[in-house]
């Protein structure tokens, strides 16, 4: 099955994504074993190379956050599970919600001078999409905190 070009710049933001999480592009590259460009052209919107899947396993399990899986999940109609007890349980969620106001500012910053002349481009695009995905990341660690909440205080029971 070929992927969608719209999958493509999906798989291409949690490439981003990973990679930033994990230290940018040198360290990436040192944790996965590839030079720092190759690991530039997997996240680069322009170029056709992606992410190969041992350096998917390295850094994913590097950064204990499943991007890029959740995203070929998705691609397969399926949904990863949250894991244990990954010690989300102690993030501080007054700054997480901190954290989604700030993106969600940029990007109503960002939609706001990609519309400026009325088309949106492929770049604007991009830029408006990493700060959603900054969002989104932000979102999923409020909820998942939430959760763990509501579990420790229903004692696990639905």
């Excluded at 052209?41 to 390295?58: F, K, Y």
């Excluded at 990954?86 to 706001?112: C, F, K, N």
Aim: aromatic share 4%; glycine share 10%; net charge negative.
């Amino acid at each position: 099955m070929a992927i969608s070009e719209a999958w493509f710049h999906r798989l291409k933001a949690a490439t981003r994504d990973l990679v930033k999480v994990c230290g940018g592009v040198v360290r990436s590259g040192e944790v996965a074993g590839y030079s720092k460009t190759e690991v530039g052209r997997w996240q680069s919107a322009t170029d056709t190379d992606i992410i190969p899947i041992p350096a998917v396993l390295a850094l994913e399990a590097d950064s204990g956050r499943a991007f890029v899986t959740a995203v070929m999940a998705e691609l397969n109609d399926r949904r990863l599970g949250e894991p244990g007890a990954d010690g989300r349980e102690a993030a501080s969620l007054a700054r997480t919600h901190a954290e989604i106001s700030r993106a969600v500012g940029e990007a109503s910053i960002q939609l706001a001078i990609a519309q400026e002349d009325g088309v949106i481009t492929p770049t604007e695009a991009e830029k408006v999409d990493r700060v959603y995905a900054d969002a989104e990341r932000w979102l999923g660690d409020a909820r998942q905190t939430l959760a763990n909440a509501r579990v420790r205080v229903v004692g696990g029971g639905r």
